[in-house]
């Protein structure tokens, strides 16, 4: 007999090929099954507060006293630097302010030195620049705190609340 050399052919498609098909395959099957449509959400948007601090802050900016002190802020603090002392009125007093229009009006609660030229440890003048530290008072809260011989006359007429001065420091004095 003669021998015919016949060539095997391979097995067909290699086995790897079939596995990719068969994940692909459960990959489509899942994908289409689960339904995971993209629906936008309507969501509500919170509006933004400003929620103020638990207690009143201490007053920076002259300007918001301005013209005159709000009833609400008496009992704050107030902390101004750099403001100009507009007008020496007595031993007690004097308005601070950026003009002579647009001022208010500052008590020290020191002890008076009569038959002296200087009130406390600094020289206050008119046109002088002040740092004040102090609390806003009414014009009752204020009689009642004036040094042994001040009298209602110390304070302007027509002005309900002031600065009761606890600390300052001029600078720019003369």
Known sequence: ???IPVERKSGGVPWWVWVLLVVVALGLLIWWASDDEVVPVE???AAVVAVPPAGPT???????LLPQIPADFV???????GVQVQEVV??????????AEQRIYAVLTEERTPETAMEGEA???AGAMADITGTIRTREEVLRGLAVGSTAQ???????????VSNYQVRNGR
């Open 75 to 81: 009992g704050r603090e107030v902390q101004l630097n």
């Open 154 to 164: 110390d304070l302007p007429s027509g002005v309900d609340r002031f600065i009761v």
């Open 43 to 45: 969501t509500e948007t």
């Open 58 to 64: 201490a007053v920076t900016d002259i300007s918001m």
């Open 90 to 99: 007595g031993d007690v007093g004097f308005w601070i302010g950026p003009s």
């Open 1 to 3: 007999m003669v021998e």
């Open 123 to 125: 020289d206050v003048n």
